[in-house]
């Protein structure tokens, strides 16, 4: 295991970047990793099949990374796109290939069947990851892909049903082939198993996985907050396969429930690596296990079949896009992204193997050709790209500044007093706030106020992505932690340039560190409210409010000056203390100069000054 481990971590390391910098992206290379190190290349490692199982499970994660991104609200809006789009698509493409392999190829109807259903699905695995890096996934068309691979997830539950239907062998025992504890019992009784499992997994991640969430954020131990979101996930897609139910289903659910939830960003930051990580396994899996000794002697049959396929799914979803009003610019993007066989054809295909529905030779052949048009979809992608390009002078579409909407978006990092207060003003100007806190006592106080607040420590890099530190315009630092503010603000100058950073200072020396750091803004949290008290107390001593106010203006102005000069000398203790002190005997003398500029005014309207201005030309007064 561990030279097998070693040998795919060394591939992807090799193959990715070098694949990434020509401009092929990740999904590419990590398909060429596993064609080198595969039985027919270099024959590092033989049959992967059980590592693609296991790899599998990275599509499970991917979908409930997708379903956090996806509240109820935003999923119903999709509804008309995922059934009506999602379901004529696999309809039609499974009639057309059925058609094709029942009246073209002659085979038995069982089998035909079987193949369209199994070559109507499309690569969840890959359309998802490839357009997400190309930053096509929220355009319209990234939108209706994902709302035909969602129906395509779903569709996976009634196929597998289906196909015990199929078999050529009736004997077959259908729980020995879908692994399902119920699936021979009555078909009454499996449906209300399955709809009491989606339920009872809705209605505990609404009531029941919060509170626990919170229970074990509260002991800051970050490992096992780390451990319990995979448990969660792995504890679903258990169950749901346990009753014959697609995982990544049962996992979309669960991420669409936990969507509203404050832990939501650190979910998705603790996940994110493992599902990179696996997604990466999988698709060097479906590398190695293309045969290029089939390959190269069917070499013109299997073309033939990987055109036929590709051509086949363009067309009906061009067809689909247009029915739909999909705009023109978006149609192409939508129809090549799909065009393509998808992973749970693998998983299919065992099971009509099992069921003797196909011949090993039809197994064998279907899988290659699955897997070449796998090996095909980021170049689909790739062409596009370059297509838009010359097309027109002016940047593709997915470039265009005014395709892209701007993000009137502010991240909140500590959401206390001090961030309350910036929070609500921001708000109350229309802006989008996303708000980080790592105190699970405060967030849940704040949401019953109805306040949106997510759980999370800004100084993690993975987090301040999943709130969106890459499209925010603006990050504010409101926590009572210097060294932490410190640790925030270097993270999001290196990772995020374009951000605007104003952060909450705690003292002075805390102030002459963000000034070094160039933050936009800063503000010492008791400054402006100790000079306000100071007026009030001012004009308790029998000063009037004018000139109380005036004093507090010249005070706040030489304050913020001081800090300005001694950030520089901050370190240097002999030239700094000399500083101090001359800042504040400079300060006694602007605000005595000042009173006496008011006297002397006061004296020249009583007209006790007029022999003293025509004697001499007024002096210049001190600032």
Known sequence: MLQIALIYLAAAIVAV???????????????????????????????????????????????????????????????????????????LTAAVIFAACYWLFTMQWQTALAIGLMLALSSTAIVLQSLEEKGWLKQEAGQNAFSVLLFQDIAIIPILALLPLLAFAPQTNSADINHSFIANWPIWQQVGVSVAVIAAIIVSGKYISAPIFRYIAQTRIREIFTIFALFLVVAIALVMQSIGLSPALGTFLAGVVLAESEFRHELEADIEPFKGLLLGLFFITVGASINFALFFSQFTTVIALVAMLIIVKAAILFAL????????????????????????????????????????????????VVAISMLIAPLLLMAYEQMQKRSSNTAP????????????????????RFGQIMGRLLHAQGYEITVLDHSPSQIELLRRFGNTVFYGDAARQE????????????????????????????????????????????????????????????????????????VDALEILGNSKEDAQRAGKLFRDHDRASVVQLA??????????????????????????????????????????????TAAPAKPKAN
């Not at 196909?358 to 052949?365: N, Y």
């Not at 700094?576 to 008011?598: C, E, F, P």
């Open 17 to 91: 970047p070098i694949a990434k910098r020509a401009g092929l992206g990740s999904v590419l290379g990590y398909l060429i990793a596993g064609i080198l190190i595969g039985p027919y290349a270099l024959a590092m490692v033989g049959d992967q099949t059980d590592v693609m199982h296991f790899a599998e499970f990275g599509v499970v994660m991917m979908l409930f990374l997708v379903g956090l991104e996806l509240q109820p609200a935003r999923l119903w809006k999709l509804r008309h796109s995922i059934l009506g789009l999602g379901g004529l698509q696999v309809v």
């Open 321 to 368: 896009a247009y029915t739909f009003k999909i705009s023109n610019k978006q149609q192409l993007l939508f129809t090549l992204a799909l065009a393509q066989g998808g992973e749970f054809a693998f998983v299919l295909l065992s099971v009509t193997s099992t069921l003797s529905i196909l011949t090993p030779e039809q197994t064998a052949l279907t899988t290659l």
């Open 397 to 416: 579409e997915f470039d265009k500044p005014e395709q892209i909407s701007t993000a009137k978006h502010v991240i909140i990092a500590g959401y206390g």
């Open 463 to 534: 987090l301040l992505e999943a709130a969106g530190a890459h499209t925010a315009q603006m990050l504010v630092v409101a926590i009572d932690d210097p060294d932490k503010t410190i640790e925030i603000i270097k993270l999001a100058h290196k990772n995020y340039p374009q951000l605007k950073i104003v952060a909450r200072a705690i003292d002075r020396r805390h102030a002459y560190q963000l000034l070094n750091l160039k933050v936009d803004a800063f503000n010492r949290e008791t400054v402006d409210s100790a000079i306000n008290l100071a």
């Open 568 to 613: 520089e000398l901050w370190g240097d203790d002999a030239s700094y203390g000399v500083a101090v002190r001359q800042r504040m005997d400079d300060l006694k003398q602007v605000l005595q100069q000042d009173k006496q500029a008011k006297s002397d005014l006061n004296t020249c309207d009583s007209g006790n000054c007029e022999d003293e201005l």
